[in-house]
């Protein structure tokens, strides 16, 4: 069965740097997500991308974060200045379609991102 | 976007079935059911959707009455391994809604031995 695939499985990075997670969707999928999901807490939308660009953020997916899909497998979140509070377990998801009946989102394994 | 309530946890004991509700008043005409399953440290695992009567895979059952105000997730004989966050979704196809839809606190099922 296809799967999303997101490496590393683990990052740990210092305050103030950059951190680009990495993931590859499921090939025929045209729509990609990034989550987050703070220890204990919540799975939160932060953006869904399309046709190469951004379709929705959430208010968490501010001027710190960026995505992109530099080729024709790989989609990618950047983070340019980490904070303490961008510890959390990120996870990218795609799907095949935005209908009704296609949209059912895969999730990958997820980047658990530490930051010190 | 409709509000989804769920009970916070449920305990089971294996080879029972398990029934979890979730109650979504304001659902819209076009709106679909969609529940997810998270393992801790994974992401979430879709399940099963619907948008009215009975639907089943092989995993569950979903369970939505006339009204869909609500729908009932129904595993059956649950195993130590359905101990997982049970998520309930309604929207216009999840992704539609994508940046203001977001999980909530889920169900969290505990089977036991």
Redesign the interface.
Known sequence: EPE?TQTPSHQVTQMGQEVILRCVPISNHL?F?WYRQILGQ????LV?FYNNEI????EIFDDQFSVERPDGSNFTLKIRSTKLEDSA?Y?C?S?EG?????????????T?LTVL | LAKTTQPISMDSYEGQEVNITCSHNNIATNDYITWYQQFPSQGPRFIIQGYKTKVTNEVASLFIPADRKSSTLSLPRVSLSDTAVYYCLVGLGWGTNAGKSTFGDGTTLTVKP
């Open positions: 999303v729509y997500y919540k799975v939160e939308f869904s379709s929705e953020k959430s377990m996870f998801a799907s935005w209908g009704l009946l296609t949209d059912t989102q895969y999730f990958g394994p997820g658990r």
